[in-house]
């Protein structure tokens, strides 16, 4: 079955304690991302690649890291987070950048205290 | 600078009462306009992807339109397993997608 896997789902931190949630697709696909997404804000980019290797920063990319070692997978680092990074985080893939559906992972909804 | 407004916030609308929701977008170098569903707890679904204004894509009971300035969802008779967030994204001359903040719909039986 095509997917795109985050863990974890819900995780609760505390402040300046790095993590990182992972996402892992399973479809080949080259273009992957991360979001969060806030109440009457939507869904904003924080990090993109566009292939192993090739990264870069979307809207709110600041107070994250992300890597791209292998195709299939794209985690996501926090390495100091802070009460202001408590959001829920989508993972996504698609075959191509342009033009191309997103498949979207589950959601990690992570709080910061 | 590039963004993209989504209107109704939310919508209520009985069983078989058609409706539109709009997506307006200003935007430098249109590649491609997405339209997805997200239901509560869940990552968004993907429904469309339109290309160049006057194209329109048909799911079931949804039709979705694009202008040089807006597109809008059209929603035929719908049913109470509609009712879901609509999210709309615009792909710029750049590789960052943008999203609106969504239309809320309820369908009440």
């Known amino acids: 079955e095509a997917q795109v896997t985050q863990n974890p789902r819900y995780l609760i931190t505390v402040t300046g304690k790095k993590l990182t949630v992972t996402c892992s697709q399973n479809m080949n696909h080259e273009y992957m991302s991360w979001y969060r997404q806030d109440p009457g804000l939507g869904l904003r980019q924080i990090y993109y690649s566009m292939n192993v290797e090739v990264t870069d920063k979307g809207d709110v990319p600041e107070g994250y890291k992300v890597s791209r070692k292998e195709k299939r997978n794209f985690p996501l680092i926090l390495e100091s987070p802070s009460p202001n990074q408590t959001s829920l985080y989508f993972c996504a893939s698609s075959l191509a950048s342009v033009n191309t559906e997103a498949f979207f992972g589950q959601g990690t909804r992570l709080t910061v205290v | 600078e590039d963004q993209v407004t989504q209107s109704p916030e939310a919508l209520r609308l009985q069983e078989g009462e058609s409706s539109s929701l709009n997506c307006s977008y200003t935007?430098?170098?249109?590649?491609?306009l997405f339209w997805y569903r997200q239901d509560p707890g869940k990552g968004p679904e993907f429904l469309f992807t339109?290309?160049?204004a006057g194209e329109e894509k048909e799911k079931e009971r949804l039709k979705a339109t694009l202008t040089k300035k807006e597109s809008f969802l059209h929603i035929t008779a719908p049913k109470p397993e509609d009712s879901a967030t609509y999210l709309c994204?615009?792909?710029?001359?750049?590789?960052?997608?943008?999203f609106g903040t969504g239309t809320r719909l309820k369908v009440l039986a």
């Open positions: 935007v430098s170098g249109l590649r491609g």
């Open positions: 994204a615009v792909l710029p001359g750049t590789y960052k997608y943008i």
């Open positions: 339109l290309y160049s």
